[in-house]
């Protein structure tokens, strides 16, 4: 899944739900389940997410919605695997981000 977000040091929990194409309830309960995710709050109690947040929001998704886990089969996934889950997940969302801007690049010549 490629998340349309412009390059920023905060997300609010609107923008990152709407990139998600998924409620803000989805954003916070997963907030709750994953202790990977800690977004800041602001004096409001607004949620704030970083680049790094937004990262693991992008795992969660693929782990939960792309392929399939149950929430506690996704969290044992990133407790025991995390830094070789992530690398990997990191990887691949840069080779995919490659990709498609190969595309762009064909589609203009």
């Known amino acids: 899944m490629h998340i349309d977000l412009p390059e920023k040091r905060y997300y609010g ?5 709407k ?15 994953f202790d990977i995710l800690k977004p800041k709050k602001n004096a409001k ?31 044992t996934h990133l407790k025991e695997e995390r ?3 992530l690398t990997n997940f990191d990887i ?6 490659i990709k498609s801007q190969l595309v762009k690049i064909k589609s203009q010549l």
């Open 83 to 85: 830094q070789q889950a």
């Open 19 to 33: 990139a998600f194409k998924v409620n803000t309830s989805l954003i916070r309960f997963w907030e709750k389940e």
């Open 92 to 97: 691949i969302s840069k080779l995919e981000d």
């Open 45 to 75: 109690g607004n949620r704030k997410f970083t680049p790094d947040d937004i990262k693991h929001l992008k795992f969660i998704y693929h782990l939960v919605k792309e392929r399939g886990f149950t929430l506690e089969g996704a969290k």
């Open 13 to 17: 929990i609107g923008e990152v739900a």
